[in-house]
């Protein structure tokens, strides 16, 4: 039987236990389906080690089951304790002597050997016994991460080492600063938590009104995703319900833009399919389990296909492209009438403008105005919509083509009322 081993070789299944233990909490044994009971003791074993700091452990009412959680107080972090998932990975002795080694034969800046070369002069120096081959794949490992380069001489590939970020911060002014000021960035974070580590360095200075540590787990995915939008790839992508783990699928497309929440801070990757109904979908990165990149897109099939996303995002409020209840046209509009005084209340026809996505404003008659916007699904304007609970006048939902306006979707106006009525039971209103 194999020995516990806190360094990992599969991020995925992971990243899975953590996102499930910090998003939906109190998970216990029993909570896991599907998986043995020695898997879910190693992946909670690897949790307590990585971030003990931060777990909390709860009993069941029946006190038979150990439910664990993280609590992460977002407002007080001065970087994000989910990076270390990402410093887990799994490496063997051989990895470690050749890193220190190689490196330190390049630590000159003129210093350019080839990988035969290396593999002698780690036999010569430090009697390490590395295969030609070994050395080559290693390099041209730090070379695709940028710490080594890569120059031709003749027929002759030398390598040498690349630029460090003490050089950088040695000749640039206030580089560090700006490194601790980003550290909580998603895309940048675990790259600048990483610069701040190897220094021995933290950032004490800044915070961040409104973090979301937790969409660090997807970053894996984002890259891939951005290479693809860069390279103007199609991708292949298996996507699996947090829910139903079960239930998964393929889905092909050509990447485009990636979409954030302001107000969660979840992603989502915008996908154009050629020759199906949309022809856009949204999907969640945190439901994104692998991405593969696949053949490049004509230019001009490229270009077509921006220019057809951009001239839908103005009528799309959150990510879907298509009404969840259709009506007559692609479109749907949705006609808000609110209470607002004139004298005391312009804040909150002020809300209606900046956040109604151009959305049309009107004062229709005294203390009274009218929001509309047509989009392809009203559905998704619901959250936004509730937050003016108690002005709220009427609520009307039309079919459009965006020159008309059609039936009404009273299916859709009685689903809004009924959330309500739902809501008002729960309160006791």
């Not at 009427?394 to 008309?404: A, H, R, V, W």
Request: aromatic letters at 10%; a neutral charge.
């Amino acid at each position: 039987m194999s020995d516990f081993q806190e360094l990992i070789k599969n991020m995925d299944k992971c990243r899975d236990y953590v996102r499930n233990f910090f998003v939906y909490g109190f998970k216990s044994r029993s909570d896991f389906p599907g998986k043995s009971a020695r898997t879910y003791d190693d992946e909670r074993r690897r949790i307590v080690s990585w971030l003990e700091e931060y777990i909390k452990e709860d009993f069941s009412e029946n006190g038979r089951s150990k439910n664990i959680s993280l609590q992460i107080d977002q407002k007080l972090l001065d970087t994000n304790p989910l990076f270390r998932v990402w410093q887990a990975a799994s490496f063997t002795d051989r990895d470690l002597i050749l890193h220190f080694f190689i490196l330190k034969l390049l630590e000159d800046k003129s210093a350019a050997y080839s990988a035969p070369e290396l593999s002698e002069l780690l036999m010569d120096r430090y009697v390490v016994d590395a295969d030609m081959q070994i050395v080559r794949r290693k390099c041209n490992e730090y070379v695709s991460e940028g710490l080594l380069t890569a120059v031709r001489d003749g027929r002759t590939l030398l390598y040498r080492r690349g630029i460090i970020f003490d050089e950088l911060s040695d000749n640039t002014a206030s580089v560090s600063d700006m490194v601790k000021c980003l550290s909580l960035d998603l895309p940048f974070g675990f790259l600048g938590d990483s610069i701040l580590s190897a220094r021995n360095d933290e950032n004490s200075t800044f915070r961040v009104k409104h973090s979301f540590p937790t969409f660090t787990l997807e970053d894996g995915i984002l890259l891939s995703l951005l290479e693809a939008i860069h390279d103007k790839k199609h991708v292949e992508i298996f996507v699996q319900s947090n829910r139903r783990m079960n239930a998964g699928g393929t889905v092909t497309g050509l990447p485009l833009q990636i979409f954030v929440s302001m107000r969660t801070g979840r992603r989502f990757v915008c996908l154009y399919h050629p020759g199906k109904r949309g022809p856009f979908s949204c999907y969640r990165l945190d439901q994104i389990k692998n991405v593969q990149l696949c053949e490049a897109a004509e230019a001009k099939a490229f270009n077509t296909a921006h220019t057809q996303l951009e001239n839908r995002k103005p009528f799309v409020w959150g990510t879907s492209f298509s009404a969840s209840e259709r009506t007559r046209g692609p479109l749907q509009k949705l006609v808000l009438t609110i209470h607002a005084d004139d004298k005391s209340e312009d804040f909150i026809v002020q809300r209606l403008v900046r956040e109604g996505e151009g959305g049309s404003v009107e004062r229709i008659e005294k203390n009274t105005y009218r929001y509309e916007k047509n989009v392809y699904d009203a559905l998704e304007m619901f959250p936004w919509i509730r937050s003016f609970t108690g002005r709220i006048i009427d609520l009307k939902i039309y079919g459009s083509d965006g020159t008309g306006i059609h039936s009404e979707n009273l299916s859709l106006e009685e689903k809004f009322r009924d959330d309500l009525e739902r809501t008002y039971m729960m309160y006791g209103v």
